[in-house]
């Protein structure tokens, strides 16, 4: 099969590699008939590397069509069609039964330390093959699917893989009030989808961000956007004069390791991106830092008394965090990768023929499996307004 590879720093490819089997009872393989690109793959693309093998399986936003289920799955059938979500999971353990998913215990990579297996993303989760590809292995199958009606187009159902459940957490986790305000950094896919799940939850929505398309898609479905550009990359003297001199009740920092600004952080992540993983990968573990522009941001932002909700991925081990100000601002802080199977229920509803969220034009662009070079390099490079970007094997 054709499968999107990682080849090292800003290099990926499509490769043949061998068609994923039945290796344990639980497994199914599923048809990928849509596969998406995540902000998240980026990290591995810029950042992450060390933790990377060349010829690892990107990728872990699939959907597709049951084709094959191990002697132990009950819940599937060939010819169903599913999502997947990123994360494996037993459905069954401690975890899993209080609505973690992403720290199941059953899959949990403890050499590394980290929480639930993920798809297609390092060592650090596993080194489970991903999900850009023509199939995949699903182990867990029973827990680890979503069943979707025949019928809509993919665009239907396919960001309950990562993308809605993602900014569904995001946005519980902001604990906004009840007719509050929330600000979110960052208007890349899982921003600008919390905006859009905030505001339709009766939020005033502030969106920030730099790059004008961003900027116009957000403002397009009702969102009053700060361009970053304007305000010296500091826009918390402009919310603040927005929102009666307190800042917002919320903040959710959909931006991350990777935010604009953080030069010296910028400089170290860089210089660790060109180091061989044998010695990567320890600074990395130990000494890693974050670019933390945004959560610093977030911080001084957010009102006193009020919540941050942390949906980028921050991988540094040796941040350096404002605790005077966080206790002095008595801020709530949570975080953390989302529990995809927790929300469904509650998202479900929401994917009808009305499109409340607006899943179905989502996307930015739809591209063939074998331009996920191109299209990678668009999407890192913000580019040809890349916001999102769905690939077909």
């Given amino acids: 099969m054709k499968a999107v590879t990682w080849q090292g720093r800003r290099n990926v490819s499509v490769d043949t590699v061998p068609d994923p089997t039945i290796q344990e009872a639980g497994d199914a393989v599923i048809r990928v008939t849509t596969t998406n690109i995540c902000g998240s793959d980026l990290h591995l693309y810029e950042v992450l590397g060390a933790f990377m093998t060349p010829g690892d399986i990107l990728g872990h936003e699939p959907m597709g069509i049951v084709e094959e289920v191990g002697s132990g799955v009950t819940k599937l059938k060939p010819g169903d069609r599913v999502v997947i979500p990123f994360q494996v999971c037993c459905g069954q353990c401690f975890m899993c039964s209080h ?6 215990e059953t899959t949990q990579v ?23 590809a023509e199939y995949l292995r699903v182990p867990h ?8 009606p025949e019928g809509p187009a993919d665009d239907r159902f396919v960001y309950l893989s990562d993308v809605l459940p993602t900014a569904w957490q995001a946005v519980e986790y902001a604990e906004i009030p009840d007719g509050g305000s929330v600000t ?6 899982i921003g600008e989808m919390a905006a859009r799940i905030a505001a339709h939850k009766g939020a005033r929505v502030i969106g920030v961000d730099l790059v004008p398309e961003r900027l116009a898609r957000a403002a397009s479905r009702g969102i009053e956007v700060v361009d970053l550009r304007e305000v010296d990359d500091n826009p918390g003297d402009m919310i603040r004069d927005m929102t009666n001199g307190r800042g917002t009740d919320s903040v959710i920092d959909a931006v991350g390791m990777e ?6 952080a910028k400089l170290a992540q860089s210089v660790a991106g060109l180091l061989p993983s044998a010695i990567a990968e320890p600074f990395m573990e130990k000494a890693g830092l974050d670019r933390l522009h945004a959560l610093y941001t977030a911080i001084d932002v957010v009102r006193r008394g009020g919540a941050i909700s942390l949906s980028g991925v921050y991988g540094g081990a040796a941040d350096p965090m404002p605790m005077l100000t966080l206790f002095d601002k008595q801020i709530r802080l949570r975080m953390g990768q989302a529990n995809v199977l927790n929300w469904v229920p509650e998202i479900l509803p929401l994917l009808t023929d009305e499109d409340p969220l ?26 040809d307004g890349a916001i999102k970007i769905g690939l077909k094997p």
């Fill in 110 to 132: 403890r050499e590394e330390g980290t929480g639930a297996a993920l798809f297609g993303y390092s060592k650090l989760y596993g080194s489970v093959p991903g999900g850009q």
């Fill in 358 to 383: 607006g899943v179905d034009d989502f996307a930015t662009h739809r591209l063939p499996l074998d331009d996920a070079p191109r299209a990678y390099e668009i999407f890192q490079k913000k580019q």
């Fill in 99 to 104: 609505g973690l998913h992403s720290q199941c």
């Fill in 259 to 264: 935010a604009h600004g953080s030069p010296v």
């Fill in 141 to 148: 199958a029973d827990a680890t699917h979503i069943k979707v």
């Fill in 184 to 189: 979110v950094l960052g208007l890349g896919p």
